[in-house]
């Protein structure tokens, strides 16, 4: 069965401050997908990233980076230089290639607050 | 950008109340699927559709649940006789090998 953890459930930090976040997974399949989402306070579910299992390379947009570790089974996303619209809940997810449906199996999540 | 778009918003119902819940997913994805999320808590899967039928379904998604493709376009969730423990947003999510899009939510307060 497939699994994310999200292990802080909550981080504070001051603007331009940057921040990492997070993410365990535990799966069987060889080929699975990896995603970060946003949650703003308004609610919906913004999509930040997906990768491949096979591909291990590092990604970087704007301020946003992510860290696949495929021997530790993390996926880690850092934001550079915080800023207050920053501030979300920020959701690790994982799909099984191989699984009908390709159901997205969720992290607990972790609530970033950025202060001014 | 394509995207999928859920009715209403928000919606509130008087416990063992029917509800149905409505989702257009994008037009040329195949899979669709239902999510829950319980205020503060994690995104919860449901239930896919694939080709007209139920392709997995969670614990969550007991009898008191279904979903229908009733024609082309749209893609709905009824819930029979809701419960309090009900009340959470609902995202619909349509994919295909590219791209996997949630819709905004439907947050349902059961009353």
């Known amino acids: 069965a497939q699994k994310v953890t999200q292990a802080q459930t909550e981080i504070s930090v001051v603007e331009k401050e940057d921040v990492t976040l997070d993410c365990v997974y535990e799966?069987?399949?060889?080929?699975?997908?990896l995603f970060w989402y946003k949650q703003p306070p308004s609610g919906e579910l913004v999509f930040l990233i997906r990768r491949n299992s096979f591909d291990e390379q590092n990604e970087i947009s704007g301020r946003y980076s992510w860290n696949f570790q495929k021997s530790t089974s993390s996926f880690n996303f850092t934001i550079t230089a915080s800023q207050v619209v920053d501030s979300a809940v920020y959701f690790c997810?994982?799909?099984?290639?191989?699984?009908?449906?390709?159901?997205?199996?969720f992290g607990g999540g972790t609530r970033v607050l950025v202060k001014p | 950008e394509p995207e999928v778009t859920q009715t209403p918003s928000h919606q509130v119902t008087q416990m063992g109340q029917e509800v149905i819940l409505r989702c257009v997913p994008i037009?040329?994805?195949?899979?669709f699927y239902w999510y829950r999320q319980i205020l503060g808590q994690k995104v919860e899967f449901l239930v896919s559709f694939y080709n007209n039928e139920i392709s997995e379904k969670s614990e969550i998604f007991d009898d008191q649940f279904s979903v229908e493709r009733p024609d082309g376009s749209n893609f709905t969730l009824k819930i029979r006789s809701t419960k309090l423990e009900d009340s959470a947003m609902y995202f619909c999510?349509?994919?295909?090998?590219?791209?996997?899009?949630f819709g905004s939510g439907t947050r349902l307060t059961v009353v």
């Open positions: 999510a349509s994919s295909e090998a590219r791209g996997y899009t």
């Open positions: 799966t069987r399949d060889t080929t699975y997908y």
């Open positions: 997810a994982l799909s099984e290639a191989q699984a009908a449906g390709n159901k997205l199996t």
């Open positions: 037009s040329n994805h195949l899979y």
